[in-house]
């Protein structure tokens, strides 16, 4: 779904194509992130490109937003006329873009935090996130297993986003897991890690119909 990794355009406009008929969306409509693994939050009012983005947010009928992922987790949330999609991997969880972009869904666009439905996934599973030893600082331990003797660690990055939606207001029963893993599930779906860092990206879409 992605021409940054190496497959031609007419291979990926002809995915995307497959994939956004199936839900009746047009390409045109898609607001992009141009991910980078950081924790720009933007509130969209049209489709296009955003730089500098990890996640968006639109109360907009019409316009899809999107993520790309190869390991890192997608997160779309929607509750009534709002819907926000993240991108998060380690480097968006320590900067907390979940967290961020609650809060703002709450402070910029009135919205009660406990309306809000998650869906997180799929990403890297825990058995297949092993970290180094600086994870510690980074991370409470509940969400790091110790990896073997090695000092590192297999860090559950799912969890870790869960709870802090959870922390913030939105009910455990409104949160969802897939039960998938990027590196594990390899008939369904690229990983960057199992696939040695070239490999395709999936994508992720909400938006409100008109």
Known sequence: MSVSRGDSKENVT???????KEFGIDEAQLAEPLQVSQDGIQIVEAPGEYAGRDALITTQPGIFLRVLTADCSPIL????????????????????????TLKKMHSK????????HLAIGPGLSQANFEVGPEFSDKFALKYLSPHLNSGRFLFDNNAHLRDTAIQL????????????????????????????????RMMSVIGINK
């Open 169 to 200: 207001g939105v009910p455990a029963n409104q949160i969802e897991i897939l039960p998938f893993c990027s590196y594990r599930d390899d008939e369904l779906f690229f990983s960057h890690r199992r696939d040695g860092g070239t490999t395709g």
């Open 14 to 20: 002809a995915n995307r194509q497959i994939f956004l």
């Open 109 to 116: 666009m009135g919205v009660e935090i406990e309306s809000l």
């Open 77 to 100: 949330i929607w509750s009534e006329q709002i819907v926000a999609a993240v991108h998060s991997g380690w480097q968006g969880s320590e900067l907390d873009i979940l967290g961020q």
